[in-house]
């Protein structure tokens, strides 16, 4: 289920007072990644959201891991280099 329209108001980085890590990936990161490509717009550059997982999820969490490394090759890419 979406979170409900004023979490998406937020004005802090990730959503992070009113998202879980995974909700903000799933319903705005995705979401815009997806936007961008299908109107054939270049992707951010200089942008990184791996550090902000390694702090947000906890390292006990049982996709962290997997998690992390799909988020560092997003982080490369938008960095400009190849994953």
Known sequence: MAPAPAAFES???FCL???EP???LQW???PRMHALLDG???LPHDFAIA???EMALDAAHPVRDVVLIELQR???L???GKA
Do not use: R
Request: charged share 10%.
């Open 22 to 24: 995974f909700e903000w």
């Open 51 to 53: 550090p902000y997982y």
């Open 28 to 30: 705005i990161l995705l």
């Open 11 to 13: 004005t802090q980085p």
């Open 74 to 76: 997003l982080d490369v």
């Open 17 to 19: 007072d009113t998202l």
């Open 40 to 42: 054939g717009h270049p």
């Open 78 to 80: 938008f960095a400009g």
